[in-house]
């Protein structure tokens, strides 16, 4: 069965930056693009932003431009995704996800646990 | 920015029929997918292009559009199925959640 596993929870200070890794099994890892979902405390999902792990090609969600790098290591189908110049607002449990690119693919129908990243001084 | 409307909360007594909306800008013409998220776990997507159920969800749950709306209904309500439910859709090259919906089973 599909399985995403990511890395464990990071308590990091702000400025500084942190990396969430996401292993994918059950399925060949390069057929699928990698997304990254973000959920603050109490609130809603926000999509960071996806990479293709077959030619590592990226895109981004238009706030996170800059701050946020998305990369893969096909021999470990792995998914990584950095996260810079952390603010006290970046702390959130952040998801990846199996996915596609456009809207007609059939939505994201694997998850992560989830990471908690806490940014505090 | 493409923005999707959700109702915060919606109640249903067990058993009952309950249905979640979901609004945006000409959402008629996007795929609309769903995702339920109890608390303390990833969300689970529920129907993806509009009506379709992933294998392993109930028929139960079901999706439909009209107009600028798309709704997820949820017939025979369990304890069970309470839970927060999110809409998503595709819009100029990203992907954009609604701000979700607290689903209570009285």
């Known amino acids: 069965q599909v399985q995403l596993v990511q890395s464990g929870a990071e308590v990091k200070e702000p400025g500084a930056s942190v990396k969430v890794s996401c292993k994918a099994s059950g399925y060949t890892f390069t057929d699928s693009y990698i997304h990254w979902v973000r959920q603050a405390p109490g609130q809603g999902l926000e999509w960071m932003g996806w990479?293709?792990?077959?030619?590592?090609?990226?895109k981004y969600a238009q706030k996170l431009q800059g701050r946020v790098t998305m990369t893969r290591d096909t021999s470990i189908s792995t998914a990584s995704m950095e996260l810079s110049r952390l603010r006290s607002d970046d702390t959130a449990v952040y998801y990846c996800?199996?996915?596609?690119?456009?809207?007609?693919?059939?939505?994201?129908?694997?998850w992560g646990q989830g990471t908690l990243v806490t940014v505090s001084s | 920015s493409y923005e999707l409307t959700q109702p915060l909360s919606v109640s249903v007594a067990l058993g009952q029929t309950a249905r979640i909306t979901c609004g945006g800008n000409n959402i008629g013409t996007k795929n609309v997918h769903w995702y339920q998220q109890k608390p303390g776990q990833a969300p689970v997507l529920v129907i993806y292009r509009d009506s379709n159920r992933p294998s392993g969800i109930p028929e139960r749950f079901s999706g439909s559009k009209s107009g600028n709306t798309a709704t997820l209904t949820i017939s025979r309500a369990q304890a069970g199925d309470e839970a927060e439910f999110y809409c998503?859709?595709?819009?100029?090259?990203?992907?954009?959640f609604g701000g979700g919906t607290k689903l209570t089973v009285l």
């Open positions: 996800a199996r996915g596609g690119r456009y809207s007609s693919s059939p939505g994201f129908d694997s």
């Open positions: 998503q859709v595709w819009d100029s090259s990203t992907w954009v």
């Open positions: 990479i293709n792990p077959n030619s590592g090609d990226t």
